[in-house]
């Protein structure tokens, strides 16, 4: 995986307020992987949203504990930082965050990083000489940008594909994708596809970055012998 580290100076011009990021606790009870939201920037602090997961359940952060802050720049790049949690505000029913802002952090290309491989079943629809079929197949891998397909059928390159699958806890129906790339292997011919997300909504996208942050820190822990 290719890393680069990055000097953080105006922090404002990377990650303005309102820039929703991904919030990752390491241990505790609250452990897992989490959404919010920039709620407010000065000169030495980053001020959060209490950070929500996909069931609706609120992370509780003690003062002092360290936590991951990621996002998808405007220019396609993941940055994140490890940063400690340095106060708690309590504003009529919202509880902000109050973090130490990083002198640094870590960019990675998402086409290149955020690439999970794992089976997920798939289903779909195709439109090939004007008509329409359904099918169902394998997800090999899956990414930001797009998936790679394992199926039966005979797919060409720029043939338009309509997906649902499951991703963890989140069901994607009808997610836009486009053939750029087609391979055969085996003796028996196995059809492997490589598909491009187009037209993809900002939610489903959201979702699918989410979950590839999450299973990208479940394998890194677990190569570092930490689960």
Not at 55 to 65: D, F, Q, T
């Amino acid at each position: 995986m290719r890393e680069e580290a990055i000097g953080i100076k105006n922090l404002d011009k990377i990650i303005p307020v309102g820039q929703k990021v991904i919030v990752y606790i390491s241990e505790g009870n609250f452990k897992g992987t989490y959404s919010s939201y920039i709620y407010d920037l000065d000169d030495k602090y980053i001020y959060i949203l209490m950070p929500t997961n996909e069931n609706g359940l609120k992370a509780v952060i003690r003062e002092g504990e360290k936590i991951n802050i990621s996002f998808v720049s405007k220019n396609g790049y993941r940055v994140g930082f490890d940063i400690p949690v340095t106060g708690i505000i309590q504003e009529g029913s919202k509880v902000i965050y109050k973090l130490a802002k990083p002198e640094k952090a870590v960019k990675i290309e998402l086409r290149e990083n955020f690439r999970v491989e794992m089976l997920i079943d798939v289903e779909f629809y195709y439109f090939k000489e004007g008509k329409i079929g359904k099918s169902q197949g394998t997800i090999i891998d899956i990414s930001a940008g797009g998936i790679k397909l394992s199926c039966d059928d005979d797919l060409e390159i720029r043939d338009k594909l309509f997906l649902t699958f499951k991703l963890g806890e989140y069901l994607l129906d009808g997610v836009e994708a486009e053939v750029v790339r087609k391979v055969i292997t085996g003796e028996e011919g196995v059809k492997h596809y490589g598909l491009k997300f187009s037209n993809i909504s900002k939610d489903k996208e959201d979702k699918i970055i989410k979950f590839c942050i999450n299973k990208q820190i479940e394998m890194a822990r677990k190569l570092k012998g930490m689960d």
